[in-house]
């Protein structure tokens, strides 16, 4: 049995939207991060670092979200949700997820990061005009991938769509600009996909028992 560990309006969204997905059975562990519950023994023992989303399938924990669809892709779905190994689809989508992780989500971060998850004596105010700009260079490279595609990928909605939309609603939330055309067809099309509404709407269920 899959076991998400993981909390509501964070990264673990893309575990569960991917499982939903692929339609595949999981258990919802909720980790209250409010009350410290990523600092106790019991989750370091699961992921040491004490962040969400981390996911445990019988032996095997993984505890990074895009490494965590990348394995469900291989081992329960198909193609194009996560393209075949070594397969040209593949490298494309793994480009993709990279980008998404490495340079779009990066400055989110970032602000994240000053805004309230490091030590207000670590956090430096001066980040955010240039973490803004960073993302909306990373915007303009992700515009000009799109293109006129309904998904990143030629064959269709695929994994790296997943991490790609948290991370566009995640700049949202955030009250970044997303002014390209494209980019904003895209959200409106990846924001009422029923598998993201119901991995929502698990995730809220399990933080209100």
């Not at 915007?139 to 994994?159: C, V, W």
Request: hydrophobic share 40%.
């Amino acid at each position: 049995m899959i076991t998400v560990y993981g909390y509501p309006k964070t990264r673990t969204n893309r575990v569960t939207w991917m499982l939903e997905e692929l339609g595949v059975d999981y258990k919802f562990s909720f980790v209250d991060l409010m009350k410290g519950e990523g600092r106790s023994e019991s989750y370091r023992s699961i992921n040491p670092s004490g962040k969400v989303p981390s996911l445990s399938d019988n032996d095997l924990v993984l505890t990074e979200s895009a490494a965590i669809l990348t394995y469900l892709g291989d081992k329960y779905g198909t193609p194009p949700l996560v393209p075949a190994p070594g397969s040209s689809e593949r490298g494309t989508h793994d480009q993709w997820l990279c980008f998404a992780i490495a340079e779009l989500e990066q400055p989110l971060w970032t602000m994240g990061k000053h805004k309230f998850a490091l030590p207000k004596e670590r956090r430096v105010a001066e980040i955010f005009e240039t973490a803004a700009w960073e993302f909306q260079q990373a915007l303009a490279l992700l515009s000009a991938g799109l293109g006129d595609k309904d998904y990143i990928l030629e064959g269709g909605f695929s994994a790296a769509d997943i991490v790609i939309g948290h991370t566009l609603f995640w700049g949202l939330s955030f009250k970044q600009p997303i002014e390209q055309e494209n980019l904003n067809a895209y959200i409106n099309r990846l924001k009422d996909r029923p598998a993201r509404l119901a991995a929502i709407e698990q995730e809220n269920q399990a933080a209100n028992q």
